[in-house]
């Protein structure tokens, strides 16, 4: 991982700021302040200034910016939110951020197929509460308030992807701007099809690489009948893995089964006001019928009472439940604040279930040796797991020593047939590991794909790969 950037942009054609401000008129800003914020992120990579930024309103914004961004060669950068973790919105060759924000609407909502169509800039909160009197609700929660279209570009999961999955399953097609300006449906509202080459899982996760989305049709859930959650503390950190594993195991249906190790905890209480004891914590969330959501919880308190849990402490009401999620949400400033004016690193890995006690273990016990404080955290329902370390700006070697943990563990999840990242994405930051997670042949494969549906390069240039 690096932190600096050198700033590699392409000249920009004579005139092509003018056109731009032409067709887009207030929507075109280049002002230093909007580019500052659109080139920064919530990684602790520095930011890089695009020259302009388009605010796009429709699918014709999108096209028409397209078209002079490709017309004069210029780069261009998909924009939502602006809050994920690998550099993924940084303009590493200027250009245009293109922000689609503003692009925030509800298309459609079919109950009786549960679906609904949106466009990419609404974000998943607002949904929520636009489906609130639906019956429905869309699952899929990475921590952030993000925008759909930017989750959908990044493959993005959450606390629930246990049991409803990841926007690789909510998705049901897409609709996308190509680099020729084209714009594409890559699917129905049929629940499956056997069409052709599955075009919405190859722009799924391609981080605006290979086109842009402006409209994305999502499965919808109903609200469960019966939802309760709770904290369980534990005497050790295997105790409470040994007891998520034991819960599959058990086929319990749990929605979410989260892991927070005793630093983290600390910093959630110091956040968040909790009060939960400092210990290896799991929080668990339990959806179903009220018969069903109290076999599950008889089950789940049995197991963590035999791996040295603790008292269940229970959140039944909405607020409570609400509250207790706000926190494991907010849990990476959390951690980052441990110390005074530090900044965040966070990573993550993903490895099979059966390897994942012996994962984190040794993750562990190679952050004990650290002299950089750090928290575990993860999705441990699907082995996912995170790290958030809280490094000071004015000691270069702590960047360094935080690098070498996180290739060690990069590399130790590897060797256990696992992933170097279960949801954060390549982006800038793990472009080596991709290599050594598929190989140079695969990866080669990606750059073929890219470069014959973006043959100028201008996409997102610099993530997921070098070309």
Avoid at 157 to 182: F, W
Avoid at 195 to 216: F, H, K, N, P, W
Wanted: with cysteine; charged share 20%.
């Amino acid at each position: 991982m690096e932190t600096q950037h050198v700033r590699m942009a392409r000249p920009l054609a004579c005139g092509f700021i003018e056109s731009l401000a032409a067709r887009f008129g207030p929507a075109c800003q280049t002002s230093e302040a909007i580019r500052a914020q659109h080139g920064a992120s919530e990684s602790q990579y520095s930011t890089v200034l695009p020259d302009a930024v388009v605010f796009a309103i429709s699918t014709q914004d999108v096209v028409d910016c397209v078209n002079l961004c490709r017309d004069a060669g210029v780069a261009i950068v998909p924009y939502g939110a602006g809050t994920s973790l690998e550099g993924h919105t940084l303009p590493l060759e200027g250009g245009v951020s293109l922000d689609l924000t503003r692009m925030d609407a509800v298309l459609s909502v079919n109950h009786a197929d549960f679906d609904c169509t949106v466009q990419p800039g609404i974000r998943r909160e607002a949904l929520n509460t636009h489906l609130r009197d639906s019956g429905l609700f869309f699952p899929i929660d990475p921590g952030a308030n993000a925008t759909i279209g930017g989750m959908a570009s990044t493959r993005a999961s959450g606390t629930n992807a246990v049991r409803y999955g990841t926007m690789r399953e909510a998705v049901l097609g897409l609709e996308v701007v190509t680099p020729q300006g084209k714009v594409i449906r890559t699917g129905t509202r049929a629940k499956k099809s056997a069409a052709g080459y599955d075009l919405t899982r190859l722009y799924i996760g391609s981080e605006g690489t290979l086109g842009v989305i402006t409209a994305v049709t999502l499965r919808l859930h109903p609200v469960p009948e019966a939802i309760m959650a709770a904290t369980c503390p534990f005497e050790s950190l295997a105790g409470a893995i040994e007891t998520v594993v034991g819960a599959f195991h058990c086929s319990v249906p749990m929605a979410r089964i989260e892991l927070l190790d005793s630093m983290q905890i600390r910093a959630v209480n110091l956040r968040s006001k909790l009060g939960l004891p400092e210990a290896p914590t799991l929080f668990f969330e339990f959806h179903g019928t009220p018969a069903g959501v109290t076999e599950q919880v008889e089950t789940v308190r049995a197991l963590a009472a035999g791996n040295g849990g603790g008292e269940f402490q229970w959140a039944t009401h909405a607020e409570d439940r609400s509250r207790l999620w706000r926190a494991r949400h907010e849990s990476y400033y959390a951690a980052v604040n441990l110390r005074p004016g530090a900044i965040g690193l966070t990573t993550d890995v993903c490895v099979p279930m059966s390897r994942l006690a012996e994962c984190i273990l040794a993750t562990r016990a190679d952050l004990d040796k650290c002299s950089v404080p750090a928290t575990i955290l993860g999705h441990v329902g699907d082995g996912n797991f995170h790290l958030v370390f809280s490094i000071d700006p004015n000691a270069p070697h702590e960047m360094a020593e935080v690098e070498a943990v996180n290739h060690r563990m990069v590399a130790r999840a590897l060797a256990m047939d696992g992933t170097c990242t279960g949801e954060h994405g390549v982006g800038y930051g793990k472009q080596q590991c991709l290599v050594d997670e598929l190989g140079e042949d695969a990866v080669q494969v990606m750059r073929t794909i890219k470069q014959a549906m973006d043959p100028q390069n201008l996409f997102n240039p610099g993530k997921i790969f070098r070309l």
